[in-house]
Nanobody, 125 residues
Framework: QVQLVESGGGLVQAGGSLRLSCAAS????????MGWFRQAPGKEREFVAT?????YYADSVKGRFTSAWDNAKNTVYLQMNSLKPEDTAVYYC?????????????????????WGQGTQVTVSS
């Protein structure tokens, strides 16, 4: 059974940093596709980052956010720097057990099978 557990959310001032963690069980993060999404109140869930054959970022976070995995801990991290109030949202970790073609970039919610429960990130101005 696959489980994803996010942690690391909280309240931070604009310009600050947070690191989110996604601890996985039931799959190996380095062999699958891992994604980060976020959902602000009243908005649809949107793509933030994906680690698959390569790492991809939404334009809104490129240069500020970095995602990587730790094989030993079977955990994926999202390092968020230079946070802005518009980054406020619930952040979700998503996963697939296997990667598809290297040409396929999973960036939609329908591209992922497994989801975590989410962690709240609030950035104050």
């Amino acid at each position: 059974q696959v489980q994803l557990v996010e942690s690391g959310g909280g309240l931070v001032q604009a310009g600050g940093s947070l690191r989110l963690s996604c601890a996985a069980s039931g799959l190996t993060v380095s062999r699958g596709a891992m994604g980060w999404f976020r959902q602000a109140p009243g908005k649809e869930r949107e793509f933030v980052a994906t680690i698959s054959w390569s790492t991809y970022y939404a334009d809104s976070v490129k240069g500020r956010f970095t995602s990587a995995w730790d094989n030993a801990k079977n955990t994926v991290y999202l390092q968020m720097n230079s946070l802005k109030p518009e980054d406020t949202a619930v952040y979700y970790c998503a996963a697939n057990e296997q990667r598809l073609s290297p040409t396929f970039r999973p960036t939609m919610t329908s591209d992922f099978r497994y989801w975590g429960q989410g962690t709240q990130v609030t950035v104050s101005s």
